[in-house]
């Protein structure tokens, strides 16, 4: 069974009248997988991102979404989230006034109390989160700070995929992680992706550039043109698309 | 119009009509003082919403019961039910009924430099410190200023001397302790001499479903080059009333910072009065108020620069959930010789109740030409963002609204200098927040 099984999606813009986004998406993720998802702007690939993590702006028209053979989207937002989903934002938030360490405290041990695990105690998360911390490049004055506040669009995007380090999902959906990043840092972030692969994790990384999939080495790369998967195949079609771009599929679909 | 006719008088004020009746007599300034106060009463009665200071919070119809003025508190109920601040390392004085309970208040010991002794004591001994009292008048008649006047036969006095520095705060808890629903009045006078610096705290407290009244009023005559703190935590009975006035008079060079932290009571009035009569001065008055259910809260606020050169600031943040109605007033008033006044203010309201209500007036009257002020006001929901990304790590929706409505009064109190007290905020705020989850 897969981890991961959209059926037919169908979704648009919550309202009377809509914009259907989601046009019939279908895609199976396999525990251990790493899917690359490519397409031009505006195809839809952060509306497929919030709709599994449950962002309440869409509406599901048509179609199933299962985790574990579970309805996701069924479950509360939260609750998606204790039981493995994680997105990494194309644009993280700053939270003003709610201190990095309160909250990505919060965060594990509301998870782990859903999941009926004790909570962490405070020498082994601090511990926790100094490991994880140092292996991005994040110090001390980052995590003192509120949510993202004052943080780089480097930085944010660092501290999301602390975030995913501590909280160790089984399903990580990652929207383009790598933009705004410098080339050393997307480095740093792509090896922190990989430190988390493992046989019964898997990933969605949503890219334009195919850069990031020397580092994070996909086994399936995606096309996504006007709310579908319009082709699929290896990693090697990434650098098909690095060469050609998009015109063929958006020819097709128009 | 006719001057024979009367207003018709509400039971309200019938009830306290009576109470004015036992207004002693005297021929000393301070009973002058509350004959004037009982007199201007008896003319305006409680002001209504055409009174434009009480447009919001209409005394005349929100206050409905009448109560008569309470008796004594018995020691060992005032001492059960003053629980407020008890944790923050301070000299304790416990006002039960409006009268301070010696048995219950650190008196002694005194510090060096402080002076501290009973509104009651003062007036027996006719001390000449009580010359401060009534030192600020604001300019148009207040109601709950005057019947504080009128009513009020105890309280503290504080006498801090130039250039002492009490690091020790004084915390006043006032704690309504009768069986009955009765209205009780305090009022306080804290002098901060030139150079000097004081931390001030007071907490006002009473039984759930009790309609009792409280009224309280302090003054504080803050001295050249001093600095002070003020923090009052009001967390009122669910049915109480209650009606406070803090007057500050601001000399030049110094330092005032007041945090009014509002959870409790029905109805809830405070006004604040600030006159900055010297100059090169700093006022600081911010604010948090949590209401829930059918509260009522109003923030007032009168700054009144007379001289050149001070800055005033303030932040108020009201969050209201249910049906609750919050209300904040400022006027900064910048008068003629106030050049290079820098004044801001900011009301800030978070709704949560879908039927909750906030009335925000900012106001500025300048005179002056050379000056910087600015206000502003908002009044929203919880951003949906933020609430989304708190949920999509897993944190159920009631503990991420608590989280940002921390955040959000956070704000406010994190500018309260002292550790202890500022602390002991953020767990009534906690406390709020969790009896909410
Ligand atoms: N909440 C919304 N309200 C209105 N339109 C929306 C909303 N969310 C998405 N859209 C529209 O849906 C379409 C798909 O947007 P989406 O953000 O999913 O694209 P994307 O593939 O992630 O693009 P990009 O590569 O630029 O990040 C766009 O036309 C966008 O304007
Ligand atoms: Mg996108």
Redesign the pocket.
């Given at each position: 069974m897969a981890m991961l099984d959209i059926e037919n999606l169908h979704a648009r813009?919550?309202g009377e009248h809509?914009?259907e986004?989601l046009k019939g998406l279908s895609l199976k993720v396999n525990p251990g997988e790493v899917h690359a998802i490519m397409?031009?702007?505006?195809?839809?690939?952060?509306?497929?991102?919030?709709i599994l993590a449950g962002?309440e702006?869409?509406e599901v028209t048509d179609g199933s979404v299962t985790l574990d053979g579970e309805d996701l989207l069924e479950m509360e937002i939260d609750e998606r989230a204790a039981k493995g989903v994680f997105l990494a934002f194309?644009y993280p938030v700053e939270v003003p006034g709610v201190a990095t360490m309160t909250f990505l405290r919060a965060s594990l041990n509301a998870q782990r109390k859903k999941r009926g695990e004790a909570e962490i105690s405070t020498p082994d998360f601090l511990r926790l989160v100094k490991d994880k911390a140092a292996n991005l490049g994040i110090n001390q004055d980052m995590l003192r700070r509120g949510v993202n506040v004052g943080f780089s669009g480097g930085e944010k995007k660092r501290a999301e995929i602390l975030q995913m380090a501590i909280l160790e999902p089984k399903l990580c959906v990652l929207?383009?992680t790598d933009s705004g990043l410098d080339i050393d840092a997307l480095k740093v972030v792509s090896e922190g992706v990989n430190a988390l692969r493992s046989p019964d994790r898997a990933m969605i990384v949503?890219t334009?550039y195919q850069r990031l999939l020397n580092h994070i080495v996909p086994d399936f790369v995606h096309v996504?043109n006007q709310?579908r998967i319009v082709r699929s195949g290896g990693k090697e079609l990434a650098l098909e698309l690095e060469a050609n771009g998009y015109a063929e599929y958006q020819q097709d679909a128009a | 119009m006719n001057a024979d006719i009367r207003p018709i008088r509400t039971p309200a004020e019938q009830a306290i009509l009576a109470s004015l009746d036992a207004v002693p007599a005297g021929t000393d300034r301070l009973a002058d003082l509350r004959r004037a106060a009982a007199r201007s009463f008896e003319e305006h009665g409680l002001p209504h919403r055409r009174v434009e200071e009480w447009k919001y919070t209409d005394l005349r119809s929100l206050m409905r019961e009448a109560v008569p003025v309470a008796g004594s508190a018995a020691v060992a109920e005032a001492d059960a039910r003053a629980r407020l601040l008890r944790g923050v390392e301070a000299r304790r004085i416990v006002i039960a009924n409006g009268a301070v309970v010696p048995e219950l208040s650190d008196l002694a010991d005194l510090e060096e430099g402080l002076t501290l002794t009973t509104l009651k004591a003062a007036m027996e001994a006719g001390d000449e410190v009580l010359s401060r009292i009534g030192g600020i008048v604001p300019s148009r008649y207040d109601a709950s200023l005057a019947l504080n006047t009128a009513l009020s036969r105890d309280g503290v006095v504080i006498t801090v001397a130039p250039g002492a520095k009490i690091a020790r705060p004084v915390h006043v808890a006032h704690v309504f302790a009768s069986a009955g629903a009765a209205a009780m009045y305090a009022r306080s006078l804290v002098v901060v001499g030139a150079g000097a610096s004081f931390t001030y705290a007071e907490s006002f407290e009473g039984p759930d479903g009790l309609a009792y009244q409280a009224n309280s009023a302090t003054e504080f005559t803050v001295g050249d080059g001093a600095h002070l703190d003020v923090v009052r935590l009001q967390e009122e009975g669910a049915s109480a009333f209650h009606l406070s006035t803090l007057l500050f008079d601001v000399g030049r060079d110094s330092q005032v910072h007041a945090f009014t932290f509002g959870l409790g009571a029905a109805v809830a009035r405070t006004t604040l009065y600030a006159t900055l009569s010297g100059e090169d001065s700093h006022v600081g008055f911010n604010g948090a108020t949590l209401l829930k259910g059918r509260q009522h809260a109003d923030s007032t606020l009168f700054l009144d620069h007379q001289v050149p050169g001070c800055e005033s600031r303030e932040l108020f943040k009201t969050v209201l959930d249910d049906n609750a109605r919050g209300v904040f007033q400022g006027k900064i008033v910048v008068r003629q010789a106030a050049q290079k006044t820098d004044g801001r203010m900011m009301s800030r309201a978070l709704v949560l109740g879908d039927e909750a209500e906030m009335d925000n007036k900012p106001e500025l009257e300048i005179f002056a030409d050379d000056v910087q002020c600015g206000h502003g006001a908002t009044c929203g929901a919880i951003d949906d963002e933020l609430l989304f990304y708190l949920r999509a790590r897993g944190i159920p929706m009631k503990e991420a609204q608590s989280l940002l409505v921390q955040a959000f009064v956070g704000e406010a109190i994190e500018t309260i200098e002292h550790d202890g007290l500022r602390e002991a905020l953020v767990e009534r705020a906690e406390a709020w927040l969790a009896a909410r989850a």
């Open positions: 813009i919550d809509g914009k986004i397409g031009p702007n505006g195809s839809g690939k952060s509306t497929l991102s919030y962002k702006d869409y194309q929207d383009e949503i334009h996504m709310g | -």
